[in-house]
């Protein structure tokens, strides 16, 4: 797992060719989730259990349960390899995510 401070990706999925991510930026210390729509995030929500938070780069934080992380590099890999690199705004991904939800 990745250390405070190590820079990471959040990827939100990836199907050859295309990978989607929530950017890049750093593994800042463990919060309680807000802003956030899947299940899991809100469970945790209720319980003020802590997880791994990512600051973007954008400013924007990510949650470890809204996504998949690991250190930055994978993506240079992923772009030698021939995959195309979509970037997704975290926010209106939960936007768009809150609508299905009652």
Sequence with gaps: MEK???RVV???D???P???IFGCGVRVEDEVPTDTENEFSKLMIEQGTKNPCILLDD???VFGCECWWGKEVLLAGYKSLGW???VVDIEAYR???SEFVE
């Design 10 to 12: 959040a990827i939100l």
């Design 4 to 6: 405070v401070g190590e």
């Design 18 to 20: 295309l990978i989607r």
């Design 14 to 16: 990836g199907e050859k």
């Design 95 to 97: 936007k768009e995510k």
């Design 59 to 61: 400013g924007k934080k």
């Design 84 to 86: 195309i690199v979509e």
